[in-house]
């Protein structure tokens, strides 16, 4: 297995690159991350988007650090992206993507991804338009695929989400779109299983488990995201924290079990901005530690 941590602990704390590069690899001890996009915004200008992913690229470079991927943060998710009830707001979405490719590629990295977007309210209602934009937002993503492509990525990943609005929200729906997607775009499209999301018990009922999502998905899941909850909220708390009760040595056998040994694990917990620094940092050590701890990792 190999441990990682998403940069959304960073995000208006350590926006220096050589400050999240040192304390990644010397107070976390771990060598690969996946950056967030709230740290570097694709909408940036191209001269200084360029040049602050330079510095994350050197940064990374000098503390022996892979960017494994680029990812969507809170900053976008926000929006309705690629399921944008107006066509001038697909339109934005595509244009933020091909954006987002490009500083994906300037900051070093094989691999992008996050969530397609939301539908809105009276779009979800309807089942002939709910159909016609996952049919629009498909061909967009095989579109953007191939941007990708050229631009020296390897992978695209797409994130289940735990609401109806979004696409994909259930195993048979990730299943779906994987053989949709299959042999239609530039490079392979996998997804990042976040186990918050598909613990999700308001959506997926007090039964919600993992272990269908590994086994059904197993060919289809590139990486996962890791976080603390108690199962009623997408909570993306660290350890320790009393609220939370995901066990991470039982995540692990599942993993394991599955055969996705092999897959990368990004810790992805997420703070108020209001928390105190050094809360924040002391929180996210002692998360990777736990995690560590409970996975076998040194």
């Known amino acids: 297995m190999r441990l990682g941590v998403n940069l959304s602990f960073a995000v208006k704390r350590l926006p220096e690159a050589a400050q999240w590069a040192k304390f ?4 976390l001890g771990l060598d ?4 967030t996009f709230d740290l570097i915004d694709p909408w940036t200008p191209e001269a200084p988007r360029r040049a602050l992913a330079a510095q ?9 650090i892979t960017i494994h991927s680029a990812f969507v943060g809170l900053a976008a998710y926000t929006y309705n992206g690629l399921l944008h009830p107006e066509e001038a707001g697909r339109e934005a979405a595509r244009l933020w993507w091909e954006r987002a490719i490009a500083l994906t590629a300037e900051l070093g990295s094989t691999g992008i991804g996050g969530q397609l977007g939301g539908l809105s309210v009276a779009d979800a209602a309807d089942p002939d338009v709910a159909k016609a934009r ?27 989400t735990p609401l109806q609005r979004e696409f994909p929200h259930t195993v048979e729906m990730c299943a779906q779109m994987a053989r949709d997607w299959r042999g239609q775009t530039a490079i392979p499209v996998k997804y990042a299983l976040d186990v918050g999301h598909a613990l999700y018990k308001p959506l997926y009922g007090e039964d919600a488990a993992l272990d269908r999502w590994l086994s059904e998905l197993a060919d289809d899941i590139g990486l996962l995201h890791l976080q603390n909850t108690d199962g009623g909220s997408d909570s993306h708390w660290g350890w ?11 995540f692990g056998r599942q993993v394991r079990q599955a055969g996705l040994e092999d897959r990368p694990i ?14 924040v940092l ?10 560590k701890a409970q996975l076998g990792l040194s």
């Open 24 to 27: 990644v690899r010397e107070e």
């Open 134 to 160: 996952y049919e629009e937002a498909f061909a967009a993503w095989t579109a953007l695929s191939r941007t990708a492509a050229d631009a020296g990525l390897e992978t695209m990943y797409i994130e289940p």
């Open 56 to 64: 994350a690229r050197q940064a990374a470079a000098d503390y022996g």
């Open 32 to 35: 690969i991350i996946q950056f």
């Open 240 to 250: 320790p924290d009393p609220r939370g009760t995901f066990d991470v040595a039982a």
């Open 266 to 279: 990004f810790i992805e917990v997420f703070y108020p901005f209001e928390l105190a620094d050094a809360a």
């Open 282 to 291: 002391d929180n996210i050590k002692s998360t990777v530690a736990h995690c």
